[in-house]
Structures are given as C-alpha cells and as structure tokens.
C-alpha cells in the first residue's frame, strides 16, 4: 500500500520522513484499534485514521488523549513543545490564517475534532492528564499505541505502566516516541530503558528514533 503522511498545514510531531516511517510501522502490524497518547494538534490522528479507514473500512477506533489545556495532575517539567505557549508558526501566512482570520487554537479538541470530522462516528478525544485518565481507559481492544504525550520520567513510566497491565501478553504494540538519537530525551529513554528492563521486556530501535515494545 502506498502511505504517505500529510501535514495538513498544521503543526506535527512527525516532521519530513518521519510521518512516513510511523506509518510504515502501522501497515507492519495492520491494527484495528489505535490509541494515541499525545493527540498535539491531530495531524498524527487524521493519518492514523485515513491508514485505518484505507485497510478495515468503518471498522476501526481511534482513541486519543492530550491535556489539550487542561491542567495536569501535577506541575511536571513536560518539556511541552514550544509552540503550545503562543501558537507561533515560523510562516507568517500560517500566522495570519489561524491566530486572525480563524482565532483556532490547534491543540484544542475543538479544532482537532473538525480536522477529523469525517470519522466522527469511529474517534473519541479526551481532554485530561494521562496521570489521571489513563487508567479509565477501556485497553482490552487497543491493538497499536503511540506514546507521544508527556515526556518526564514519571509520566513515561505511569503511561507504560498502565498500558503494559493492560495489554500484557496480547502481543500487540506500544510505539514510543524520542527514544533514540534523532530526537532524543533523556528522561523519556531513561523511563524506556528502566521499565522494560524490570518487567524482561524486549525492546526494538526503529530508525533510531522510536522504541517499540511489544506486550
Ligand atoms: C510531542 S506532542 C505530540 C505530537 C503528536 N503525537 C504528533 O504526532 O503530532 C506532545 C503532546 O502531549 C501532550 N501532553 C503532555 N503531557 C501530557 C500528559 N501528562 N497527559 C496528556 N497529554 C500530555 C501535550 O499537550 C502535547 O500536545
């Protein structure tokens, strides 16, 4: 299948080759059910769903989970993207468009439920700290993760915690992001590596970049 991800001229995680390599990474395991933690400003999803849409037809789920601007459970240095603070775009066009004529704030559920609006019936977004909401989350269907969402040490362990207690044994896939060198975060690899050592976790390096686990 050919998959190449768009930006929808917004803001992404997963800037130049990167989107491609994440959905090569679904076609690999061809999941059903995807739960993204880390929804930003849902360019990620939108390519989640236009993947499931094109392999199961409407019978897919996407799930996504960001603070969207709710307050987290506590103060943690998230190392949050920049651009949450302003909404600045280095393309003044960009600038204009979305902070004068739109006044959208991108990494809120409002505006990511528009861009996925065509799959409104198979998505569900929860605005929340995933400290708190995660664990409410029903993760017996899940088949594929990806864990972009806070990037301390705490928060990276309580995210694998839940998932891995949730998922153990299924065989199904917890895709983690700024693992490796290309986009590395100390505290996010540290997490990594202490718990998939503690529960004898086999651990795959994907392009140097992501870690994924499999349950
Ligand atoms: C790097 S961005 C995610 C990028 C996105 N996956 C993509 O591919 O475009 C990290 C996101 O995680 C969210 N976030 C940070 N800490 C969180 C937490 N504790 N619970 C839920 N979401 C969190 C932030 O609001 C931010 O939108």
């Not at 929340?128 to 088949?143: R, S, Y």
């Not at 202490?194 to 992501?210: A, G, S, V, W, Y």
């Amino acid at each position: 299948m050919h998959l190449k991800y768009k930006s929808y001229w917004r803001k992404s995680g997963l800037k130049g080759k990167w989107g491609n390599i994440f959905l090569e990474r679904l076609s690999n395991y061809n999941p059903k059910n995807i739960l993204e933690i880390g929804v930003f400003c849902g360019v990620t999803a939108k390519n989640i769903c236009n993947f499931l849409y094109k392999t199961n037809g409407n019978n897919f789920s996407y799930t996504g989970i960001d603070l969207f601007g709710v307050d987290q459970k506590d103060k943690r240095d998230e190392i949050k993207p920049n651009f949450l603070k302003d909404q600045k775009f280095s393309n003044p066009l960009k600038n204009i468009y979305y902070n004068y004529i739109l006044k959208e704030n991108l990494n809120s559920i409002e505006s990511v439920q528009k861009l996925l609006k065509e799959y409104s019936q198979n998505i569900k977004l929860i605005a929340g700290d995933t400290n708190k909401v995660l664990k409410e989350i029903d993760l017996q269907k899940i088949d594929f993760v990806f864990l972009d969402g806070g990037h301390s040490y705490e928060t990276v362990t309580n995210d694998l915690m839940i998932l891995y207690g949730g998922m153990k044994d299924k065989k199904k896939v917890i895709l983690c992001d700024d693992y490796g060198k290309e986009s590395y975060i100390e505290e996010v690899e540290k997490a990594i590596n202490d718990f998939t050592k503690k529960n004898n976790l086999k651990l795959n390096l994907i392009e140097n970049r992501f870690a994924e686990i499999i349950t």
